[in-house]
């Protein structure tokens, strides 16, 4: 049976390092964009609208948007984007956007993390295998990425 889904990424990550550590790590702003790699403005608060340009290198031309959709707190954090939108000359604000959802649990020598994006199935047919493979990879990279800010930061 093939349990691979195209319209669903999902990921997960112990990280050495309390729960509280790694909620700071995702919902501060400031701070969640110096692990992902984005300088954001504003805060997170749910139907908060942020953006901010891209630092990850080779993205610096590109502006990131989120919408915050759910906070509970040190338990779940979820904001929805339209993924892969790297054209700096597209419009991609008809799209429909996927929902990324973190949730955090407490877990023996610290904390799970799961993350699922879901929504390729929404988005136009000619960008959907793009963005779920690039997304795909990103999140690969930015499990890494937040393992390495929680451990070297307190």
């Known amino acids: 049976m093939n349990t691979h889904s195209t319209d669903r990424i999902e990921k997960q990550v112990l990280l050495k390092a309390p729960v509280k550590r790694v909620w700071r790590a995702l919902t501060d702003a400031e701070e969640f964009g110096s692990w992902f790699g984005v300088k954001l403005t504003g805060s997170f608060a749910p139907g908060a609208e942020i953006s901010g340009p891209i630092t990850y290198p080779g993205y610096e031309h590109l502006t990131m948007y989120i919408t915050i959709e759910k906070i509970v707190p040190e338990r779940l954090f979820s904001w929805r984007w339209r993924p892969n939108a790297i054209d700096p000359n597209k419009d991609y604000s008809a799209e429909p956007t996927t929902l990324v959802v973190f ?4 877990a023996p020598g610290g904390t799970l993390v799961k993350l699922t994006e ?3 199935d929404k988005l136009p047919a000619e960008r959907r295998e793009q963005a779920y493979r690039g997304n795909e990879g990103g999140w690969e990279q930015q499990m890494v990425n937040i393992e390495q800010h929680v451990s070297k930061t307190t």
């Open 118 to 120: 879901s929504g390729f």
């Open 103 to 106: 949730e955090l649990q407490e």
